[in-house]
């Protein structure tokens, strides 16, 4: 583990992250920040630890679109229809990023993209199924921390546009 993998201030986020939300104005969000003794990788995982519904936690997915990595903002309790995320983007492919990818363009380990401040200005989509909640959790940088806010808030500041890409049973 290097230095730039460990939380150097109180707050627990990563150094990158918290830099981030200090050059965008809202370095208060560090005093919100929860850090866990356990990694939670899973949003089942972070669900539990902060004892909130799945459906509050904001995974940070990234995909490929004809080999341009997007980010998907996605509830906890769904799981991204990658035909509708290829519609949105009108892209002829969309696949799963492989994990250097995810590491090279955002700058974090999966299990811990925040769904902003990346190393790389990337396209981001966020389901509108996370404006179901008043407060939401996503990942601080490692997957070890989460921090909460507001949904509106949260896709405003990744530069996000709103999409329906969630996956729908029974379809």
Known sequence: MTS???AIE???????????????GIAEV????RRFPDATRTAAEAAAAIGCGLSQICKSLV??????????????ASRVDVELVRRALGAREVTRAKAGVVRET????????PPFGHRTRTRVLADRGLLDHDVVWAAAGDPHTVFPMEPK???AHAGGTLVDVRERSGA
């Not at 560090?30 to 920040?33: G, N």
């Not at 679109?65 to 980010?71: G, S, Y």
């Open 30 to 33: 560090l005093d919100r920040v």
């Open 4 to 6: 730039a993998d460990t």
């Open 63 to 76: 995909f490929a679109a004809d080999d341009v990595p997007v980010l998907v903002l996605m509830d906890g």
């Open 153 to 155: 808030a949260l896709v």
């Open 106 to 113: 955002t700058g974090y380990a999966i299990g811990g993209v």
């Open 10 to 24: 109180g707050h627990g986020a990563h150094p990158r992250f918290a830099d981030a939300l200090r050059e965008m």
